[in-house]
């Protein structure tokens, strides 16, 4: 790769990392539904009036908006929002990778080889470890809901397989106009209009921002970017940079939000992110795709707030890393 195009990769991915802080920080302007509605309706206006229609059948629109919009990012925000720190929230999601290669073995008839297979192993350790770790300090429960974001994610995934966009940034914009309304409607159900409009009303420009920020910069900049590297090389030279996303993103939640990071979290951050780039990377036939998909651009300190002491990490995310055929949607 290009000197120039090496740097571009590596800014997505930090900037997909920094995603999970910044989703972290609408979370304190925002319900989640409501924050997850308005990161899609600002993705998708006004740039689907721009882009064009992607050359897919509406139902893959619709299946990857779903799992992608409503499932995946719902429960994402759903689960930092009650407690899940920003950094670990990065790391976890990787799991995807693992999700999307049983599901693609399922649903498409893939069957990883022994090598992806051991991968998926250590990446599954990894996220063992990552649930010891989080259980001595924060609660379980949110962790196993950032999982099953990761569950829906891999759905998504295999959605994206099979829908196989030409332009994944066209299709992106598309697939952001699907989740607005089911989210208004959930948020409206399970969050109430009273907290919705007090979130409305007490609007400021931290979290215009962080809207801003995770629509454009994380997702039309990023899926940009992205997309672009992915026309001009080979999907596996690209699709490596997207392992940096949770450590971007567990070092900017260091960072920023003051997030402490124990020796067993790096060491289940080893063993995900090598189990995961085992995953998508390995194994692979010649000119054959990786199972994990096109999808693929989140304790302490403020955090604290929501899980009931003080304030304390971001996706749509963003983060994360999708196969090594596809871009990440860690915008998250």
């Known amino acids: 790769m290009r ?3 090496i740097a571009l990769a590596v800014l997505v991915a930090f900037l997909w990392g920094l995603n999970f802080v910044v989703i972290d920080v609408g979370l304190d302007h925002f319900p989640p539904l409501l924050f997850t509605a308005l990161r899609f309706l600002v993705a998708a206006l006004p740039a689907v009036f721009f882009v064009g229609r992607p050359q897919v059948a509406f139902k893959w629109i619709l299946a990857v908006g779903l799992a992608l919009g409503v499932a995946k990012f719902g429960l994402l925000f759903i689960g930092m929002e009650r407690g899940m720190p920003a950094g670990l929230s990065s790391l976890v999601l990787q799991i995807q990778a693992v999700f999307t290669a049983g599901i693609a073995a399922v649903v498409l008839g893939e069957r990883p080889g022994r090598v992806r297979l051991a991968g998926m192993g250590v990446a599954l350790v990894g996220v063992a470890l990552a649930a010891v770790d989080e259980g001595g300090s924060g609660p379980l429960g949110a962790f196993a809901i950032v999982l099953a974001a990761a569950f829906s994610w891999g759905v998504a ?3 994206m397989r099979k829908a196989a966009p030409p332009d994944a940034l066209r299709f992106m914009v598309w697939v952001s ?3 607005v309304l ?4 959930l948020s409206l159900l399970f ?3 009273e ?3 007090d979130a409305l009303r007490s609007l400021d420009w931290a979290g215009v921002g962080s809207v801003v920020f995770i629509a454009w910069v994380a997702t039309i900049l990023g899926f940009g970017v992205w997309g672009h590297l992915l026309r001009t090389y080979d999907a596996s030279t690209v699709a490596p940079f997207s392992l940096l ?3 971007a993103g567990m070092s900017s939640a260091a960072v920023f939000l003051g997030e402490e990071i124990s020796g067993l979290r790096w060491v289940a951050a080893l063993l995900l992110v090598g189990g995961v780039a085992v995953t998508s990377l390995g194994g692979r036939r010649p000119g054959g795709r990786s199972a994990g998909g096109r999808l693929g651009g989140p304790a302490g300190g403020r955090k604290a707030g929501r899980r009931g002491g003080t304030e304390q990490q971001p996706p749509a995310v963003p983060a994360a890393v999708g196969g090594a055929s596809a871009p990440p949607s860690g915008s998250p």
């Open 191 to 193: 969050e109430g209009a």
């Open 195 to 197: 907290r919705d409009l």
């Open 157 to 159: 995934n295999v959605a």
């Open 177 to 179: 106009c699907v989740p």
């Open 3 to 5: 000197p120039l195009h």
């Open 245 to 247: 996303v949770p450590v």
């Open 182 to 185: 089911p989210l208004l409607a």
